[in-house]
C-alpha cells in the first residue's frame, strides 16, 4: 500500500521561502512521476508542479520561476522548494505519484499559509 507523508509546511510571511517534503512508502518512486498539488480554501485541488522519471518538469504559471520540485529516488523522497512566496501561494499542499493516469491515495498534505 502506497503511503504518502508530506511535511514542511508552515507559516511564512511573504516573499519568504519553504521547503516542502514527501515520503513515499510502498513504493519505489523511480518509476512514476511525481507532482505537487495545492488546494486553497474553498477551491479545487491543482497540480502545482510535476517530474517524470526522466527528470522533466512542468509547473503551472502561477508558480513558474519561483517553486522547484526535486526527487531523491534512492531515498523515495520528494520536494518543493519555494521562494517567493505570496498570500496566495496559502494552501494545503500534497504530493502524489502517477500510475496507469491515475493517482494514489491523497495523504494527509502540509499546510502553508503565507501572510503580507
Known amino acids: 500500500q502506497v503511503q504518502l507523508m508530506e511535511s514542511g509546511g508552515g507559516l511564512v510571511q511573504a516573499g519568504g521561502s519553504l521547503r516542502l517534503s514527501c515520503e513515499v512508502s510502498?513504493?519505489?518512486?523511480?518509476?512514476?512521476?511525481v507532482g505537487w498539488y495545492r488546494q486553497a480554501p474553498g477551491k479545487q485541488r491543482d497540480l502545482l508542479a510535476r517530474?517524470?522519471?526522466?527528470?522533466?518538469?512542468t509547473y503551472a504559471d502561477s508558480v513558474k520561476d519561483r517553486f522547484t520540485i526535486s526527487r531523491d529516488n534512492a531515498k523515495n523522497w520528494v520536494y518543493l522548494q519555494m521562494n517567493s512566496l505570496k498570500p496566495e501561494d496559502t494552501g494545503v499542499y500534497y504530493c502524489?505519484?502517477?500510475?496507469?493516469?491515475?493517482?494514489?491515495?491523497w495523504g494527509q498534505g502540509t499546510q502553508v499559509t503565507v501572510s503580507l
Open positions: 510502498g513504493r519505489r518512486i523511480i518509476v512514476n512521476s
Open positions: 502524489n505519484l502517477e500510475e496507469w493516469g491515475g493517482l494514489y491515495s
Open positions: 517530474m517524470t522519471t526522466g527528470g522533466s518538469t
